[in-house]
């Protein structure tokens, strides 16, 4: 009787010690909260990031681009330059870690719908030691079809997809970092080009202040013959290098760059890119961002 006894009391002893540990891990687990964002806006340059807004947040997003600036101070380095590029958007975020955006830009009239989704965040007792976010958009080319070369680019020909998976840690309070790899599609597209294209990059974060940091971008088209549909890449896009001077506050984002890319469509600039840094095409440009709550 007395070995059935203590063999009851110790098993009693076993449950409660595994109850209390499991609830010690739970209120661990509770406390774990997310780290404050390492990113103060959802775009960096060119590229994505993890941060979405809180929910019920209305986002405006103007981008502009200058031309080029090799031909110095006849255009003022490229202000003046004819080139230019703008997109006006706008994205909403309706619950806690998505956000949806519509924006339309003048390069080949793009009207582009697009969904951002932080799948976890990253957490001050590294349960989740980083951020992991999901972005694609839709793309609509708007381009006028009157002329002769363009009579069958019409109805599905005129669409782009671009799918993204960004992975983001922030290490210090002044340093993070981010890492993504891009699917680009089109539907119709130049015979010496491929309807896929494979991309991958990486972005970083320096806060120097409490309102200022400078930003960095760096993204790679890949060679993949595997999705490839000619023997040799005629028209290899080249890689995309940016830097910018970010000053945010609560309710605005301005970031002032130079980068290599013309477009402000990730699916163009993966594709089409064909500046050069290492020779000098480089453009000026800005994003502002301007937040709303309701």
Avoid at 112 to 140: C, H, M, W
Avoid at 174 to 198: E, P, R, T
Wanted: charged share 15%; proline share 4%; aromatic share 14%.
């Amino acid at each position: 009787m007395k070995k059935i006894l203590f063999s009851i009391l110790l098993t009693a002893a076993c449950t409660f010690s595994m109850m209390a540990q499991d609830e010690v891990a739970a209120e661990a687990k509770v406390k774990d909260k997310p780290v404050r964002p390492g990113f103060q806006s959802g775009m960096l340059i060119d590229n994505q990031t993890t941060y979405v807004s809180s929910p019920k947040t209305l986002e405006m997003d103007i981008q502009h681009k200058f031309g080029k600036m090799d031909k110095g101070f006849s255009d003022l380095f490229g202000i003046y330059s004819p080139g230019a590029n703008i997109r006006l958007g706008f994205s909403y975020t309706p619950i806690k870690n998505l956000q949806v955006g519509y924006g339309i830009a003048k390069q080949n009239m793009y009207n582009d719908f697009s969904a951002k989704y932080v799948v976890f965040e990253q957490t001050r007792n590294n349960t989740f030691p980083v951020a992991l976010a999901l972005y694609g958009n839709l793309a609509i080319n708007g381009t006028d079809t009157t002329g002769s070369d363009k009579l069958n680019f019409y109805g599905v020909n005129r669409l782009s997809y671009f799918g993204q998976v960004i992975i983001s840690r922030k290490f210090t309070d002044w340093c993070s970092v981010q890492l993504n790899g891009s699917f680009s599609h089109f539907n119709a597209i130049d015979s010496l080009y491929d309807h896929d294209k494979l991309s991958v990059g990486i972005n970083a974060k320096f806060q120097f202040s409490p309102q200022s940091s400078i930003l960095v971008e760096y993204d790679v088209p890949l060679k993949v013959q595997g999705i490839a549909e000619h023997l040799a890449f005629f028209n290899p896009a080249k890689p995309n290098l940016g830097i910018a001077w970010e000053i945010s506050t609560s309710t605005h984002t301005f970031q002032i760059f130079v980068s290599t890319a013309d477009g402000l469509l990730p699916q163009h600039n993966a594709m089409f890119n064909q500046n050069d840094f290492t020779k000098g095409d480089l453009m000026f440009g800005f994003t502002i961002a301007r937040l709303w709550s309701f």
